[in-house]
């Protein structure tokens, strides 16, 4: 359960059960961030947590020098695959690498660092996960920005959906239809945690295949957060709720959206 993130973000499940995240989505917040900061042709762009590079490629097209950094191999692979579609005039601009974001080693590099899409929170240890932003921090060139999209525990607290099931209905007509994905979701000791039951439909069997994956967050709130940014070097200049820019409203925002710039 402590290392879930290793597994399940490394499947074709994470990637069939969020396909709707995808470079068309990206575009909401890749447009918020370049709205609220300026950046030149050629700065430098690091995308802690990359996934399949979704937001990596619309950085690169505008002209940023961008990393993405992942854990997973399933993903980074995928991203790399874009190089080879559309996004191949923009390969001297991307480069892509499987790490872990606890080890990010660069010194006072980047002009931008994102961490998008819940990517934060991941660690059992606070000391962990605040590591990461000591290491963003210390990655940043001085005045440079760094942009954090994370849930919004208070909006959490009150909105999460305990149970839900979707496939089952198709599923029971016939073999051949869609999965069925059963997720359970509970907040416990500071931490929001999904449990993710897949029952595969195999056109040549009678039974499903079964999976089972975990997600577990640390549901860090926005003075928790201005603490660790303070103490790391880095100044909160704005926060959003969600992709379109409104204003942070801890009750009603879906999303917890900090935009911060290194001292
Ligand atoms: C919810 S996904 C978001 C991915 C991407 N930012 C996006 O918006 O599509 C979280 C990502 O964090 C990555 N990840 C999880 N643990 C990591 C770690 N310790 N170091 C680096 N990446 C990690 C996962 O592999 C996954 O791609």
Partial sequence: MQQWFKKW?????????YKHRDETDAKKIVSLILKNIKLKKDSK?????CGNGRHSVLFAKKGFKVLGIDLSPFLISQAKGKLKTDYKKFKNNLRFEIRDMRGIR????FDLVVNLFTSFGYFEKDSENFRVIKS??????????FFLDFLNPPYLKRNLVPFDMTGAKSYLKSIGNPNIIIQVREIKAGFVKKNILILKNLK???Y???????EKIKLYSLSDLRRVFNSSGLKIKKVFGNYYGSKYEPVKSERLIILAQKK
């Fill in 106 to 109: 660069r010194k006072n590099e």
């Fill in 136 to 145: 963003i921090s210390s990655s940043l060139k001085k005045g440079g920005h």
């Fill in 208 to 214: 499903p295949q079964i999976y089972n994956f975990y």
């Fill in 204 to 206: 040549n069997s009678k």
């Fill in 9 to 17: 973000f490394n499947t074709q499940e994470y990637s069939d059960l």
């Fill in 45 to 49: 762009v690091l995308d802690l947590a």
